[in-house]
């Protein structure tokens, strides 16, 4: 083990978008897991990950940042999901602020960002904030199969069957799927041989019900049985269902129009939302938000102010709820972009709109979006459209950026995840309009990732010139 004097001393410069601090010297970049800008501390190199040089804070040499706290979670180095536990909960919106606000910076956007919309109140006892969790299949010291999270350096599988970041029944669904899978002695799959590769859980806010994906290299008579005690040992989980991925590769493999192919053990298909109030449900080969409530796609819609007969247009996003949001208030929306497995669950789930609002619909044009753009520009003319541009992590390229600029719009709302991406089309797009406002939303605490909101506005306040197309017959790409 490493003499604790040889570790070196250090005073990190800055954060990265991930949560680790980070110092730079001789040209190369260091992430420090756990240190704080600012401080003086000693670290222990830890070795390279996805081609970085990473190290762990060790100790402060001298003062304590006065935003540091002890970490109150026993996984939370060999885990690494909550990589800004040891700042305090209200440094932590600084930390996001800080990032958000570097990338406005970067791009010469003379504005302010606002203050983080947090993820919880401040006397929140227990943060139950996600509802899906991603696990990988792995060993134990002793050899035996371990269901948990990919450890933070990359070489274990860390269990985490007492994390408060998802509610109790994802917990308790956990430590029995961990007891099954050892009890039937379901193998890992180690490249070479095995079944299982990784568990997805997901958990319905609005009724409670559990559903569990199995991702395994290869089918197995074993794996009904699982299914079988899964569904006698805890009476929220309502579904099992298996995916087959094909080895080497990633553990989820979707096709081309976006499906991922699923079979069902036991159980439901599908479990229920309710995102403002809007009725809808997903499957398990549907991604499933972050925040099923979709705080930051609220604001995002609320600031596009829509009002009956405004014609609203959705880019982006992941099962369209977006359009069906603002299909709501105008009474049509159209979203473009969509992969055609994706428009087709939002089509089903457009039907409950129409259940709840009369005379409401909306479109889902799957297919690249310049092409859905250039087919609907007639539709559009005059009608000033309100346009959602749901950017993601990559972000949106500029051809779409001017293709939207080109529409004429009296408002555009940008939502993106990713700071850098954010600001680069956030520049772009302020070429031709006014930014308002850009407000971060906490995904969830302890980590530095938010989703960020950015209002645009014309500055020509004409009011459009036609109504809304409405379209009775569903378009597909």
């Not at 909550?82 to 606000?101: E, F, K, N, S």
């Not at 990559?394 to 700071?419: E, H, M, Q, T, Y």
């Not at 306040?461 to 036609?466: A, I, R, V």
Request: glycine share 10%; hydrophobic share 40%.
């Amino acid at each position: 083990m490493q003499n604790r004097s040889e570790d070196p001393l250090v005073i990190p410069e800055g954060w990265l978008h991930r949560g680790d601090a980070f110092v730079t010297g001789d040209g190369v970049q260091l992430a420090i897991f756990g240190g704080i800008p600012g401080e003086r501390a000693r670290i222990r190199l830890t070795g390279t990950l996805r081609r970085q040089d990473r190290a762990r804070w060790v100790a402060a040499a001298g003062p304590s940042h006065p935003s540091r706290v002890e970490p109150w979670c026993d996984r939370y180095v060999p885990c690494g999901r909550c990589p800004i536990m040891h700042i305090h909960p209200i440094a932590q919106h600084d930390v996001i602020r800080g990032l958000v606000q570097d990338a406005v910076d970067a791009v010469e956007l003379d504005g302010r960002v606002d203050h983080v919309v947090p993820a919880f109140t401040p006397d929140a006892v227990r943060l139950e904030l996600q509802y899906e969790l991603n696990l990988v299949a792995g060993y134990s010291d002793r050899q035996s199969p371990r269901i948990g999270v990919p450890g933070h350096d990359g070489r274990e599988v860390v269990p985490v069957p007492g994390c408060l970041m998802v509610p109790g029944t994802l917990r308790e669904t956990m430590k029995v799927l961990a007891h099954h899978v050892r009890e039937l002695e379901i193998w890992p799959w180690n490249g070479k041989v095995g079944t299982l590769r990784a568990v997805q859980l997901r958990c319905s806010p609005v009724t409670g019900e559990v559903g569990v994906l199995l991702s395994v290299a290869r089918p197995s008579t074993i794996l009904s049985e699982l299914a079988d005690r899964l569904a006698s040992a805890h009476p929220a989980i309502a579904g099992v269902a298996m995916h087959i991925s094909q080895p080497p590769g990633f553990a989820w493999d979707r096709d081309e129009e976006g499906e991922l192919g699923v079979g069902m053990l036991y159980g439901k298909a599908m479990l229920d939302l309710a995102p403002g109030g809007l009725a809808m449900r997903l499957g398990f080969s549907d991604p499933w938000p972050a925040r099923p409530d979709e705080p930051a796609l609220l604001d995002a819609v609320a600031a596009l102010r829509p009002q009956p007969g405004d014609a609203a247009l959705e880019i982006g996003g992941t099962n369209g709820v977006g359009a069906l949001l603002l299909a709501r208030q105008t009474g049509w929306a159209m979203s473009l972009g969509l992969p055609e497995a994706r428009a087709r669950r939002a089509r089903e789930n457009s039907a409950s709109l129409a259940a709840t609002v009369s005379g409401a619909s909306a479109e889902f044009v799957s297919g690249p979006v310049i092409e859905g753009l250039a087919s609907v520009y007639g539709r559009l003319e005059g009608r000033r459209p309100l346009v959602l541009l749901n950017a993601g992590t990559k972000g949106i390229p500029d051809p779409v950026l001017d293709a939207v600029l080109a529409l004429d719009p009296r408002r555009v709302v940008l939502l993106g995840s990713n700071p850098r991406s954010f600001g680069k089309n956030l520049k772009r797009l302020s070429a031709g309009l006014t930014v308002l406002r850009v407000t971060p939303h906490d995904v969830a605490p302890n980590t530095p990732f938010a989703d960020i909101v950015g209002v645009l506005e014309s500055e020509d306040k004409t009011l459009p010139t036609s109504r809304s197309p409405r379209r009775k017959v569903v378009r597909k790409g």
